[in-house]
């Protein structure tokens, strides 16, 4: 068997275990779907707050983005829970734009520096409570 060959087949058996999808430039993006990437970049953006302060979205996401069907791609990518990307779904969907999205209900986006911090308990009343 030929190098080239057997290359090829061990790049097949390789990505077997990979989800992919087609990018608009015709190659195949290739990604784990059980990992936890999403979940973590989730939650490195909710704890850090203010999107200025956000990691990098991960590689999925953009290339979900670059995808020939990003509605497909995004499904593919979130497993049918896309509350996991903090984006917005319909600019990344239809103009393929990295949006963020806000991670408190009924905030905007850029308001998030306004949020009390719930984490310390609050001063105690008279009665003790």
């Known amino acids: 068997m030929g190098l080239k ?5 061990l ?12 990018l608009l ?3 195949t993006f290739y990604y784990n779907a059980a ?15 203010h999107p200025d302060n956000w990691p990098e ?3 999925a996401v953009r290339a979900v983005a670059k995808a ?7 499904e593919s990518i979130c497993g049918g ?7 917005d779904r319909e600019a990344l969907v239809t103009e393929r734009e990295i949006r963020p999205v806000s991670l408190v209900a009924g905030l905007d986006v850029y308001d998030q520096e306004d949020v009390p911090d719930l984490s310390e308990p ?3 009343r008279e009665d003790g409570r």
């Open 5 to 9: 060959r057997w290359l090829a087949r």
């Open 11 to 22: 790049d097949r058996g390789a990505r077997g275990s990979f989800a992919s999808f087609v």
């Open 25 to 27: 430039d015709g190659t």
């Open 35 to 49: 990992s936890l990437t999403l979940i973590q970049h989730w939650i490195a953006c909710a704890t850090v707050g």
């Open 57 to 59: 979205p991960p590689e």
């Open 68 to 74: 020939k069907d990003p509605e497909a791609a995004l």
């Open 81 to 87: 829970v896309p509350e996991w990307i903090p984006y």
């Open 122 to 124: 609050s001063e105690t």
